[in-house]
């Protein structure tokens, strides 16, 4: 029985290691250089072979980054002492303007860097770097250090500006094309930085924000909007406001904290536009409140006017940069499309919903004019009561 599971075990297993294995071994190599193991990396199309050799220490490695645009540099890397791209001893294949393929080798030591050449802390008697049918093939042998054969890898591509390489984009491809590679047991690993609790506080950082400035707020405004027009929503409307406003504010600080830890957390990645703009919503919303709160003139006070114009322009200023910056965030998460698609779908809705009752809400506006015009005697109160124009100021 036990050697029957044993056996059971082992074809599972065998399978599981082909079909992982597949993919990247039915590659044929220009020189016909043949690798004991390769493994497909999760993301950036790209897949590593290679051959360890016990006796010296050495592995002979082919990274192979297939459909990238022949203008892009491409570089593999083995983080030695630390993890991602600070301290990644990178293989870097450059175009030149002759249209030949450069490689050399990079050491990176900051976030700025344009991997310039230089040595690396370990041995690498053979480096080169060819094009072959839109795919980047790096070819090299490396001396592993300190007997090692457990390491960090990182891969990557980005544009090449004046001969040299420039940043990469930051798309979740580039942000988790980072693992560890054994090269003994064949064994990768992927993602590290942005695997697990990172990912579940970036998603909740969206979530949070998504639902509390991206949906409640703009809900909360079209109460204000839209329910005050019904005299039977007196006073109700103000304090639904209220209501929705404060939740959709104490979800946003929450969203926003969430915001300030991620980037403290994610030194070298900057989303400037959309940590200014979360900056500036947060400045905006939280006037709104304390405003509303402390600095609110009485209905009838000669200056209500003023703050009704003020307290409704920061109001769906608030609401324009917080649908921005969603977006902003989910092209930065690039979650799966689903999530975009079902956001812009309750967009509409909104939109829908708000063109409706806007129509309504001029309906009966001009509806109670006429009325009044009939029924009150002319140049007696026609404007003041048509609960539009005044009305909604009675219980504010
Ligand atoms: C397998 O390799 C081919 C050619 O390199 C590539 O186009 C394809 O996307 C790969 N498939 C998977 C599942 O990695
Ligand atoms: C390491 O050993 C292998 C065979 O075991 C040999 O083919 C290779 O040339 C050696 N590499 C170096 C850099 O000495
Ligand atoms: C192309 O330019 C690089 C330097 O930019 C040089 O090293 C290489 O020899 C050149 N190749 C040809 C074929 O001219």
């Known amino acids: 029985m ?51 050799h016990p006796t010296n220490g050495t592995v002979d490695i082919a990274y192979r980054h297939a459909g990238v645009p022949a203008s892009q540099w491409v570089a593999w890397a083995l983080n ?26 990079s050491s990176v030591t900051g976030y700025g860097t344009t991997l310039q050449q230089s040595s690396l802390s370990f041995g690498v008697p053979v480096i080169r770097a060819e094009n072959s049918n839109g795919d980047v093939v790096i070819y090299a042998t490396l001396v592993l250090p300190g007997g090692r054969t457990s390491f960090n890898q990182v891969w990557q591509s980005g544009p090449v500006s004046n001969g040299a390489p420039s940043a990469h984009a930051m798309a979740s491809e580039n942000r988790n094309s980072l693992g560890t590679v054994d090269f003994v047991s064949g064994v990768t690993g992927a993602g590290g930085a942005v695997g697990g609790s990172l990912l579940h506080r970036r998603n909740t950082h969206g979530v949070l924000n998504a639902v509390s400035w ?19 929503a007196h006073p109700a409307w103000f304090y639904i406001h209220v209501a ?12 926003w904290g969430t915001g300030l830890k991620l980037g403290s957390d994610s030194e070298g990645i900057e989303y400037t536009s959309h940590r200014n ?7 905006l919303g939280t006037l709104q409140v304390v405003f509303a709160l402390l600095l609110r003139p009485k209905p009838d006070h000669k200056y209500r006017i003023y703050w009704n114009i003020y307290h409704a322009s920061v109001g769906y200023a608030v609401i324009a940069l917080g649908i921005t910056n969603v977006f902003k965030g989910l092209d930065i998460l690039d979650p799966e499309k689903k999530w975009k698609h079902a956001y812009i779908g309750v967009l509409i809705s909104l939109g829908v919903i708000a063109a409706i009752l806007e129509a309504f809400t001029w309906f009966i506006v001009l509806t109670r ?18 609960g539009y124009g005044h009305g909604h100021n009675q219980e504010a």
Not at 277 to 283: D, H, K, Q, R, V
């Open 244 to 255: 929705c406003q404060a939740t959709a504010y104490g979800v946003g600080v929450a969203g």
């Open 369 to 386: 004019k006429k009325e009044e015009k009939q029924q009150v005697p002319p140049g007696n109160g026609a404007y003041a009561s048509n």
């Open 277 to 283: 703009i979360g900056i500036t919503l947060f400045a």
């Open 214 to 232: 991206g949906i409640l707020m703009p809900m909360g405004a079209m109460v204000a909007r839209y329910l005050k027009v019904f005299k039977v």
């Open 80 to 105: 030695v002492d630390g993890r991602g791209m600070i301290g990644a001893q990178a293989l870097v294949a450059l175009p030149s303007s002759n249209g030949s393929l450069q490689a050399y080798t």
């Open 2 to 52: 036990g050697k029957i599971l044993n056996l059971l075990f082992c074809i599972l297993l065998s399978n599981f290691i082909i079909s992982y294995a597949q993919n990247c071994s039915s590659y044929s190599f220009t020189n016909n250089a043949i690798y004991a193991t390769c493994v497909s990396l999760p993301v950036q199309n790209s897949h590593l072979y290679w051959t360890y």
